[in-house]
Nanobody, 127 residues
Framework: QIHLAESGGGSVQAGGSLRLSCVIS????????IGWFRQGPAKESEGVAA????????SLRPSVADRFTISQDDAKTTVYLQMNSLKPEDTAMYYC????????????????????WGQGTQVTVSS
């Protein structure tokens, strides 16, 4: 069983930064990908970034790769999403997720693979 708790969302002006945190609680090590997905108003949800904690391998959505960074703490119990140069189109509910295939590759375009989801944290970017 995996529990995910996000924090760090808020309202910022365009060009600002936010760092989202996801605290991971597991009954036993699961070797799953930890991903960030988002769903904006009237939009489909989309994968933003993912990390395989054991190996540190990362996946990033190309449209945010020059602005967002995914990382983890040394204990591998918290995953961060650093978001810089935020744009109004980044406005969305951001969800921390766990799942993905084994082996270290974390696809962010296969949402169905992520079967654990947090409650989400809202990010609002104003122009």
């Amino acid at each position: 069983q995996i529990h995910l708790a996000e924090s760090g969302g808020g309202s910022v002006q365009a060009g600002g930064s936010l760092r989202l945190s996801c605290v991971i609680s597991e009954s036993e090590p699961s070797n799953k990908c930890i991903g960030w997905f988002r769903q904006g108003p009237a939009k489909e949800s989309e994968g933003v970034a993912a990390i395989y904690p054991s190996y540190g391998t990362r996946s990033l959505r190309p449209s945010v790769a020059d602005r967002f960074t995914i990382s983890q703490d040394d204990a591998k119990t918290t995953v961060y999403l650093q978001m810089n140069s935020l744009k109004p189109e980044d406005t969305a509910m951001y969800y921390c997720t766990a799942g993905g295939p084994p082996g270290g590759y974390c696809p962010i375009d296969e949402e169905y693979r992520y079967n654990y989801w947090g409650q989400g944290t809202q990010v609002t970017v104003s122009s």
